[in-house]
């Protein structure tokens, strides 16, 4: 009997065929291959352009076939809306971390936030400073140890930021989700959110926000299996899943 | 017309259509003028959060291949070091308008020169500005004209260095087009990856080969810019024994002094560097055989005193006055310190 083949999944056209610097089991390799999804789906890899930011997150220009801007450390939001008053109509986002977004950053992503720049920010949340070995950042959780809180951060050293609540709050900021990418159900939302921050950007509502909860296993100390097992029970009663607002 | 409207008029008739400020005193006065004119420009003005926000939209506009611009006042270009050297490093044309009041700290908002490290000497790593220091209310709109030139053939940030005095002057402008060279297509620009391969704009060198390779191919071009970009203006030079050495608004008045100093009979002359970087180390080194000591006036304690110091190289005495705390230097100070110089050296 002749077997005809079908091929059911490949690579998306916009991911580079290449090995990448992330460690084994990184959330950064998931969420930059729904991006990719994303990107083919849209059909926008040539109308495109990402802003990189500072950290792991950083080299997802080498990993994306697209035109590409790296921001000084936090500053991405204001690049971004730099590139979209001179490129309407395009797609504009950025890749940021907890780090780069909600530390060096705040001020940035808030004000872009404010003005409702037409932009789409992509803000992948692993409560921790990935490339620099596992500092506290920001959304690190209260009882979480990193390597500059060894006990376990207490609240003296501040409490967690829910970013995606604190930009939800400002009119100008259209859509905001939250998703996490520790199971296939999770990853699938995570991709529709995408869709729907990309189609509010370059549909001109505002701006778009999608946090997205990964894994750090590395700078954490687990493995990646408990790691996702940390991710569901410590970061999702923190950080609830869901889209925040949709207008 | 005021000196912070003949830079915005320049600007826009220089094809700058993108704008983003930080209203901080004493460059107030530009920012509102772009938000008046920009829109019905066809072009886009946007107040930032803070001068940090601005350089990073700029930095936008700047990689999507348009002409952009901001305006600063000194502690604002502190903020600002960060998001500059990425610029240089990223080779991107922009213009910053730096409009310098008095330090450090809050000092105040009156005007100084106590910028001049900033604006030459830049912020963190190792690149360079072009600094063009205008010393009137034309020259001012010629140089924001150069500067966008400029920034666009060399790829680089261009500031554009005055102090709020300056940009509170009223003086006649003439708009008249720049006679310039032609500058070559634009085809690095971020635009979406249609019909060519993709593009990166970035700062980033991972290996030290790719970095020092990066860097030195950034000295040639700082020291292509200094071959045909150094500009200076020498007034009653030919027989000067003492020569004074001023930029901006204290060449102005270092002018007058000149003018009554030779009315007097002293053979006095004025060498006003226009770019403060290049600075015109040459062009003071040829008048050192010439010249019995040269005199230094500032509206700082001594900044650009070093690099005449450097150019000089203690082949003769070069004297200082300095003027500090938002104050303008008056023609009398100058002329009685340089009759000072003149006693001792002359």
New interface residues.
Partial sequence: MAVTLEKVADRPRPLYDVATHYCPGCSHGVIQRLLAEVITELD??????G??SVGCS?PI?HYL?????????G?????????????PG??IFTYQGDGDLAAAGM??I??AA??GDRIAVIFANNATYGMTGGQMSPTTLLGQKTSTTPQGRDAQAGYPIRVAELIAGLPGATYVARMAVNNPGNIKRAKLALIRAFQNQMHNRGLSLVEILGICPTDWGLSPAESLTWLKNYMIPYYPLGELKSI | MKGCEAVGEAALKAGCR?F?AYPATPATDLVEYMARRLPASGG?F?Q???E???????????????R?MTALAGPGVGLCQ??IS?LAA?ELPCVLVHLSRSGPGQGNVLPSQGDYFQATKCGPGDYHLLVLAPSSVQEAADLTCLAFYLADKYRNPVMVLADGALGQLVERVNFSDRDLDSLPEIHWE??????RP???????CFSVSELAEHNLKLKEKYRDMARAHTLFEVYEGQDAKVLLVAFGTAARVAAKAVDKLRAEGYQVGLMRPITLFPFPSDALKERVSQVKAFLVVEMNLGQMLEDVERAVLGQRPVDFLGITGGAVPTPEQITAAVKETWEKHC
Avoid: T, W
């Fill in positions: 926008i890899q040539q109308r495109i352009v802003v990189a950083l220009y076939d697209i035109d590409f801007v790296c921001a000084p450390h500053r991405a939001p204001a690049v971004a809306a730099g590139l979209n008053h001179a490129l395009r797609a001020g940035q808030v004000h404010a003005r | 993108h983003y886009v946007m930032a959060d803070s940090i926000s601005a350089l990073g939209m700029v930095y936008g506009a700047a990689a999507a291949g348009k952009s960060e998001s990425h990223s971020v635009a979406g990856a249609a019909g993709r593009r990166v704009i970035s700062s980033i």
